[in-house]
C-alpha cells in the first residue's frame, strides 16, 4: 500500500517519530485487555484504535455471556469499560490506524497516518471481520435478528423460525446449536452440495428442527424493527420467492485483519497468525491476540484472555531484553 507521509499540518511522519514500549494495534476486546495488563506492569502501552473503536462487539446490543454482568451488557458498553480501566493504568489510545509496518529488526517499526512508532514489543489484537451477504437489509437489522454468532445470540431466539445461511463446517456446527434453541432452521445455501464434513452433515440431515434450500441465495432481508421475511433467489432457475423468518443467522466466513503482516509473520491459509500458546507470533517480540489469531472461539472473554496472555508474555519479553539475555533466552 502506498502511503501518504504527510499529516494535516504538513510534518512528515519522520517528524513524529515516537518510542514505545508496548505498541497495541486493535481497540477490541483484546486490545484493550493488553492494554490493560500492559499499563498495570508499568510499560505505559500505546493502543491504535484502528477504525473500528471498540471492535466487533461494539455493534451489538446484548452481551449476556460475559462474565460479570448478570442482567448483561451492552456491546458498546463493556468495551468501553474495558478502555476506561486501561486508561485507568496508564494506557494511552491514540485514534490511529497501523498502515506499515517493519518487524525485520527491533525496534519495530509501525507506520500510522500520522506517526511513526518504534516499538519494543507489538501485539497484534486487529481482529477479524465477519464477511457480510451485502444485501439489502442486512446491515439496517444487524443485531434486530441479523447475526453471525450463534453461541451470542441463539438464546434470543427460542422458539422462533431462523435461517441459517451458509455451506460450511462453521455453518452447519452453529446450525446444530442454534438448534437447542429454536423451533426450525432453514439452512439456506448457494450450491447444490456442502463444504462441511460428512459426518457432521449427516448429524445436521438427521435433526427433525433442520431442513435445507439449496441452490439458492439470499436476495433481501425484510424487516422494519426485525426481520420479518427475507427474498430468496434460485440461482440454477431463476425462481424468485418470499420466507416469512423471525432471524438470519450468516455463516459464510471470517477475514482476519492482518494483511499488513504477510511476508513479515508466519501465517495460517486463512490469513490468522499462528502463535504458539504463549501468544508469540514467528517474530520475537511480536505476540497476536483475539480473533486475529483464532479461527476457532471468536469471542470477547476468549480475546481478552488471549489480550491478557500476550501482554504478560511481552512484559517478560522486555525484562529478558532489559538484562541483555540471548536471543535464545527470551523464548526460554
Ligand atoms: C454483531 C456481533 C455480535 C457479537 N456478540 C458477541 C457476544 O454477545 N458475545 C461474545 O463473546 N462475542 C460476541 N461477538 C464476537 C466478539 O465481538 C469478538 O470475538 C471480539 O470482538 C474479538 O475481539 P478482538 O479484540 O480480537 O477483535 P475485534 O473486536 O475484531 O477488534 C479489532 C480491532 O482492531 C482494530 N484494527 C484493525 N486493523 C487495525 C490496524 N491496521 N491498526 C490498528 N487497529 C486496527 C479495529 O479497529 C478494532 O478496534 C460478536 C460479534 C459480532 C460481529
Known amino acids: 500500500m502506498e502511503l501518504n507521509l ?5 510534518q512528515t511522519a519522520e517528524e513524529h517519530e515516537k518510542h514505545v514500549k508496548v505498541l497495541i494495534l486493535g481497540s477490541g476486546p483484546a486490545g484493550f485487555t493488553a492494554a490493560l495488563y500492559a499499563a498495570r506492569a508499568d510499560l505505559e502501552p500505546v493502543v491504535l484504535t ?4 471498540g471492535g466487533q462487539v461494539s455493534l451489538t446490543y446484548a452481551v449476556d455471556n460475559y462474565p460479570g454482568f448478570p442482567e448483561g451488557i451492552s456491546g458498546a458498553e463493556l468495551v468501553e469499560r474495558f478502555q476506561k480501566q486501561a486508561e485507568r493504568f496508564g494506557a494511552k489510545v491514540e485514534f490511529d490506524t497501523a498502515t506499515q509496518v517493519d518487524l525485520s529488526k527491533r525496534p519495530f517499526k509501525v507506520q500510522t497516518y500520522g506517526t511513526t512508532y518504534l516499538a519494543d514489543t507489538l501485539i497484534i489484537a486487529s481482529g477479524a471481520t465477519a464477511r457480510h451477504l451485502e444485501i439489502p437489509g442486512e446491515k439496517e437489522l444487524t443485531g434486530r435478528g441479523v447475526s453471525y454468532c450463534a453461541t451470542c445470540d441463539a438464546y434470543f431466539f427460542k422458539e422462533k423460525n431462523v435461517i441459517v445461511v ?3 463446517d462453521s455453518a452447519l456446527e452453529e446450525s446444530l446449536f442454534l438448534a437447542r434453541f429454536v423451533k426450525s432452521i432453514t439452512i439456506v ?11 457432521l452433515q449427516d448429524t445436521v440431515r438427521t435433526n427433525p428442527k433442520i431442513k435445507f434450500i439449496l ?6 432481508i425484510i424487516g422494519k424493527e426485525a426481520v420479518t421475511a427475507v427474498n430468496m433467489k434460485n440461482v440454477v ?23 499488513l503482516f504477510e511476508g513479515q509473520l508466519e501465517m495460517e491459509s486463512g490469513g490468522y497468525l499462528v502463535t504458539d500458546k504463549l501468544m508469540r507470533t514467528s517474530v520475537p517480540g511480536v505476540f497476536a491476540a483475539g480473533e486475529a489469531a483464532d479461527p476457532h472461539y471468536r469471542q470477547v472473554i476468549t480475546s481478552a484472555g488471549m489480550g491478557a496472555a500476550a ?12 538484562r541483555n539475555e540471548k536471543e535464545e533466552a527470551l523464548y526460554a
Open 215 to 220: 441452490n439458492t441465495v439470499l436476495t433481501e
Open 311 to 322: 501482554a504478560l508474555r511481552a512484559n517478560q519479553f522486555l525484562e529478558h531484553a532489559s
Open 237 to 259: 432457475t431463476g425462481e424468485e420467492s418470499q420466507m416469512p423468518v423471525d432471524g438470519v443467522f450468516v455463516f459464510v466466513g471470517h477475514t482476519p485483519n492482518t494483511q
Open 189 to 199: 445455501h448457494r450450491r447444490d452440495e456442502f463444504r462441511a464434513g460428512a459426518i
Open 50 to 53: 484502528g477504525m473500528e473503536l
Open 166 to 168: 451458509g455451506g460450511g
Open 6 to 10: 504527510s499529516n494535516f499540518s504538513g
